[in-house]
């Protein structure tokens, strides 16, 4: 249960700040574009903080 709460709160933190209420692409392939890029900027994001 802690697992599934905490996963919860990050996916929800996820759609509310890189717009994961929507994808733009369709399709399978298109819905794994999107969520990798996603990913790829929330990397990004915490890679810069942790350098600045």
Known sequence: ???RTGSAGRINHLKRSYGWNRTELTGID???TWC???IFAHNLVKIS???A
Do not use: N
Request: no cysteine; proline share 0%.
């Open 1 to 3: 249960v802690k697992w």
């Open 49 to 51: 903080a942790l350098a």
């Open 36 to 38: 990798g890029h996603g």
């Open 30 to 32: 298109g819905t794994r």
